[in-house]
DNA sequence: AGTAGCAGAGGCCGAGATAG
DNA sequence: CTATCTCGGCCTCTGCTACT
């Protein structure tokens, strides 16, 4: 439980100040909450965002010990609000990826097999809006491979890659590229075959040399390392300082660089109404809304 | 609309494999 | 052997979403 360690951190806090955490006391919890804000003795100073859900696991930590904290009191209101006024600014944004970025990032690699199976990465997140884990979850046919999170299957038009969300399945189509060179599902038959994979995690670790495709499924955080490597690689942004360059991509910029350039509006939506199937071609066969052109690839 | 809870993202560090 | 590289484990922070 993520609260307990709320709880570990505010009663270190009660030691330091020598004052006791229980009974519950709007004006302490205020203070506490101040200084998580104002970032004491060298600590990093927490966001708004962060404070309101440590505030949470404590009001919970007070409940399950028979306890009531009012998080409404005008004590705490009050700092809290304090706290967001104070920290008022637009939400950080990562910085989305053009296509023709994506296109020099993807130069950068080299022609072996690893550069094969990123290559791949970056093209496929890229046309398909996908997040990190989403693509290191993709299993080749629909399989139960452990840590699977959806599947991908290959047809003359393009991919379907289906994800098995938390708020249930959702498909989406990736179309074809102009170019081979731009053309994620081009990528992705080049890296499966190569590799040899027929089934199972789609995205493997390849070994040290880069010749051979071992089993174990990649972990989520080789994307983020992929985007920043190659981002810099490519001198994206190359005015700005190198540490402003890493900070500015991160695994999230596949998925925001897809929303800026066919202007959704940053999720799928699992409500929109199916076109009638009555006679419409197969499923397979449509693919009618080519995400990758108009990503630009 | 506000809250609680979940899960995604990044930092740090170390394990394991391979190159020299 | 040491150096280097790729990648995963574990942690914290925080954005997103379902729930009330």
Redesign the pocket.
């Known amino acids: 439980?993520?609260?307990g360690?709320d709880w570990a951190?505010f009663t270190r806090w009660c030691r330091l100040k020598g004052v006791d955490p229980l009974p519950p006391s709007a004006e302490l919890i205020a203070l506490y909450l101040s200084d998580l804000a104002a970032a004491p003795d060298g600590?990093?100073?927490?966001?708004?965002?962060?404070?309101?859900?440590?505030?949470?696991?404590l009001?919970?930590n007070y409940t399950q010990r028979g306890l009531f904290l009012d998080?409404?009191s005008r004590e705490i209101i009050a700092v809290l609000t304090e706290i967001r006024q104070r920290q008022a600014r637009p939400?950080?944004r990562?910085e989305a990826i053009r296509a023709d970025e994506i296109l020099a990032m993807t130069a950068t690699l080299p022609h072996d097999l690893?550069g094969l199976?990123?290559r791949a990465i970056l093209l496929l997140g890229y046309a398909g809006g996908l997040?990190?884990?989403?693509i290191?979850g993709l299993d080749l046919r629909s399989g139960d491979a452990p840590g699977s999170?959806g599947h991908v299957e290959i047809f003359q038009g393009g991919a379907l890659v289906t994800l098995n969300?938390?708020?249930g399945r959702h498909e989406i189509e990736v179309g074809r590229g102009s170019t081979k060179r731009s053309c994620p599902v081009h990528a992705l038959e080049q890296w499966l075959d190569f590799a040899r994979i027929e089934s199972g995690p789609v995205f493997t670790?390849?070994?040290?040399?880069g010749k051979?495709a071992l089993d174990?499924?990649?972990?989520?955080?080789?994307?983020?390392?992929?985007?920043?490597?190659t981002a810099l690689d490519a001198g994206l942004r190359a005015e700005l300082p190198e540490k402003d360059r890493?900070?500015l991509?991160?695994?999230?910029?596949l998925?925001a660089g897809l929303i800026n350039s066919i202007g959704l509006d940053?999720?799928h939506d699992p409500k929109s109404p199916e076109p009638s199937t009555a006679d419409a071609p197969p499923r397979r066969e449509r693919f009618r809304m080519n995400l990758t052109r108009a990503a630009g690839l």
């Not at 600590?43 to 696991?57: K, P, Q, Y």
């Not at 997040?131 to 989403?134: A, H, K, Q, V």
């Not at 670790?205 to 040399?209: A, E, I, L, N, Y």
Request: net charge positive; proline share 1%.
């Open positions: 439980m993520a609260y360690r951190h600590a990093r100073a927490l966001s708004a965002a962060t404070i309101d859900r440590r505030l949470s696991g009001v919970w998080r409404k939400p950080a990562k690893r199976r990123d997040r990190r884990s989403e290191v999170g969300g938390r708020t670790r390849v070994s040290r040399d051979r174990t499924r990649l972990n989520d955080r080789h994307i983020a390392r992929l985007i920043k490597r890493l900070a991509f991160s695994g999230h910029s998925r940053g999720r």
